[in-house]
């Protein structure tokens, strides 16, 4: 299986602050799944990661880039799980970046390896970084289960950096409610967005009532 499949965590960057920040929208999800598809740059191909919405937020460094477009050649399937968005504020004026779980296989392997990119999804989007660097037998657990089987171990987040904050790394309440919208679940999601009225309503009553503005 070693051939057959990739699986690693990278960090990315952004072309610059401000194009950086569309990635604290909801279009750019911590576990949101994006495509890998690739630019010349004058000099070498680019990695760049799109969004759901074909929004290009960000890139891969050239070394990584290269090993990406070798599997692309040889028709592998590239997916990326977003696993967290940062800012750095130096240099002035600072720059966005984060990391992904990117994952290449074959696609003989496609239907397993995609059930398994979706639960390495769904993890994440709670905060928990899965492995995806498997090792041969590891691989063939996954095919052999369909994709129904994950590892147990999980990837720490990095070390933290000077002058490095962490935007996010996991989905909020609210972004769990923007994608069940998105996925079609109306009801649920109306139920989940009255919810959120009532429990920002009481938080505004209770302010006001301690500081006597009611």
């Known amino acids: ?16 602050k401000d194009a ?8 750019n999800l911590v576990g949101g799944k994006f495509a890998i598809e690739f630019d010349h740059d004058g000099t070498a191909q680019v990695a760049w990661l799109a969004n759901p919405f074909g929004k290009r937020v960000g890139f891969f460094d050239p070394a990584f ?35 992904c779980a990117v994952m290449a296989y074959d696609p003989a392997d496609a239907a397993a390896f995609d059930r398994f990119a979706d639960a390495v999804a769904a993890r994440m989007a709670d905060g928990v970084r ?26 720490p987040m990095p070390q933290a ?5 962490v935007m996010k790394a996991r989905q909020s ?19 989940s967005v009255a919810i959120l ?5 009481a938080v505004l009553l209770g302010i006001a009532s301690c500081t006597g503005l009611l």
Do not use: I
């Open 1 to 16: 299986m070693a051939d057959r499949y990739f699986g690693t965590y990278h960090r990315f960057k952004t072309a610059s």
């Open 20 to 27: 950086g920040g569309a990635l604290m929208s909801a279009d």
């Open 65 to 99: 880039s290269r090993t990406l477009q070798v599997y692309a050649a040889r028709g592998f399937t590239l997916v990326a799980v977003l696993s967290y968005v940062a800012f750095r504020n130096a240099p002035s004026p600072g720059e966005y970046f984060g990391e």
């Open 130 to 155: 899965t492995k995806v660097d498997l090792g041969p037998e590891a691989a063939q657990q996954v095919v052999g289960s369909e994709g129904a089987w994950l590892p147990k171990q999980t990837v």
């Open 161 to 165: 950096e000077d002058g490095v904050v």
């Open 173 to 191: 309440a609210l972004d769990k409610v923007v994608e069940q919208g998105r996925a079609g679940n109306k009801g649920c999601y109306v139920a």
């Open 197 to 201: 009225v009532a429990v920002v309503a």
